[in-house]
């Protein structure tokens, strides 16, 4: 891109307490239901509900599933490679994050 080029993005805010059904996933994500259903067996995702037809999944799916298709697209990592990179990132973010007096208590 040289210097006098804009490109513009877009994109939407998806809070923490939205929630997805197994059809809004696939569609926000470009998916089929298949895909979904791997990443939930390896543990990328965790809906709540008791099967398939009644999964909810919480605002982060979204993130969690476009970063696991990226690994996947852009690396060319398996699924159980996407898990683990994404168990690793949490892994990080947690220990990253501010510890207050009662945190330091649970070691």
Same mark, same amino acid.
């Given at each position: 891109?040289?210097?006098?080029?804009?490109?513009?993005? %877009?994109?939407?805010?998806?809070? @923490? #307490?939205?929630?997805? %059904?197994? !059809? #809004?996933?696939?569609? !926000?994500?470009?998916?089929?239901?298949?895909?979904?259903? @791997?990443?939930?067996?390896?543990?990328? +995702? @965790?809906? %709540?509900?008791?099967?398939?037809?009644?999964?909810?999944?919480?605002?982060?799916?979204?993130?969690?599933?476009?970063? !696991? +298709?990226?690994?996947?697209?852009?690396?060319?990592?398996?699924?159980?490679?996407?898990?683990? !990179?994404?168990?690793?990132?949490?892994?990080? @973010?947690? +220990?990253?994050?501010?510890?207050?007096?009662?945190? +330091? %208590?649970?070691?």
């Amino acid at each position: 891109m040289s210097g006098n080029e804009l490109r513009a993005l %877009s994109g939407a805010v998806v809070e @923490e #307490e939205i929630q997805f %059904s197994m !059809a #809004e996933l696939c569609r !926000a994500c470009a998916v089929r239901r298949e895909v979904v259903i @791997e990443f939930v067996q390896q543990g990328v +995702l @965790e809906p %709540s509900g008791t099967d398939e037809q009644h999964w909810r999944f919480p605002g982060v799916s979204l993130r969690r599933i476009r970063i !696991a +298709l990226n690994l996947q697209q852009d690396l060319g990592v398996n699924t159980e490679g996407a898990a683990l !990179a994404l168990q690793l990132m949490d892994e990080i @973010e947690r +220990l990253r994050a501010p510890r207050t007096w009662f945190d +330091l %208590s649970d070691e």
